[in-house]
């Protein structure tokens, strides 16, 4: 059971900081692993509480994909793709 996937006006910018072949490679295959099993992540707690972190690592670099599911409409919707290093106080500031 595969989900559909919406994204945050701000993805867009988030990928463009990015190599090109670590966006490549999250359209290729890290949203795919998400759409398929968004379930499998570790949830975020406190002020992100409601989202979920997905990591990989590329060329010794740690990333992360943050999103939210929607479980009544079948949607994954991407808040946050980005190198580790301030992530998560970056994200907080989007959400707010």
């Known amino acids: 059971m595969s989900f559909k996937d919406e ?3 701000k993805i867009k910018s988030d990928l463009k900081k990015l190599d090109k072949a670590v966006a ?3 359209y290729d295959v890290h949203i795919d692993n998400i759409l398929h099993h968004p379930f499998v992540n570790e949830n975020l707690h406190g002020d992100l ?10 060329n010794k670099a740690d990333y992360r994909i943050a999103y939210s599911i929607d479980k009544s ?11 580790r290093e301030n992530f998560y106080e970056i994200l907080k500031r989007r959400l707010l």
């Open 7 to 9: 994204y945050h006006p």
């Open 24 to 26: 490549r490679e999250i």
């Open 49 to 58: 509480e409601g989202a979920s972190s997905y990591h990989f690592r590329k």
């Open 73 to 83: 409409r079948k949607v994954v919707y991407f808040l946050m793709m980005a190198k």
